[in-house]
């Protein structure tokens, strides 16, 4: 267990209570001495650690807004497949599997997964290491 206030801990790090839990909790009250915004947005938050839970297959994150008692947890196994499967799921797919394609060179692993559907907007969504990328 650890305490942090603007970045710098507040103490040394603790041992916690044994239990058969596992994970990482993470509490954060913003201040406004770190952030020009301290009122989050609970819908912007949700949809990138949805993005989050896809990148990192089997990840289970629960978001927690104890400012109107709202939750939501995100689970998804299959990865950026599954994660084109779900931003194309109120779309009619032209062909019914998501074309997937994953190599690694030299320790750099590139994966793809595309969908083609019968709307007129492209949807391209770039991510190196869980971050998205401009395209």
Same mark, same amino acid.
């Given at each position: &267990? /650890? +305490?942090y206030s603007h970045g710098k801990p507040k103490g040394a790090l603790k041992k916690g209570p044994k239990s058969d839990r596992n994970g990482t909790t *993470? $509490?954060?009250k913003p201040s $406004? !001495?770190?952030f020009t915004y301290t009122t989050y947005s609970f819908d912007i938050l949700a949809k990138r650690l949805r993005e989050l839970s896809f990148l990192n297959s089997g990840l289970t *994150?629960? &978001?927690t807004d104890e400012r109107? +008692? !709202? /939750?939501?947890t995100f689970l998804f196994e299959g990865g950026i497949k599954a994660f %084109? $499967?779900?931003l194309n !799921? &109120? /779309?009619k797919p032209i062909h019914e $599997? %998501? *074309?997937h394609i994953e190599k690694t060179l030299k320790d750099i692993n590139v994966e793809i997964a595309i969908q083609w559907n019968e709307a007129y907007r492209e949807n391209m969504y770039c991510f190196a290491n869980t971050i998205r990328q401009k395209v």
């Open positions: &267990l /650890q +305490d *993470i $509490s954060f $406004s !001495k770190t *994150i629960n &978001l109107a +008692d !709202k /939750q939501e %084109v $499967s779900h !799921k &109120l /779309q $599997s %998501v *074309i």
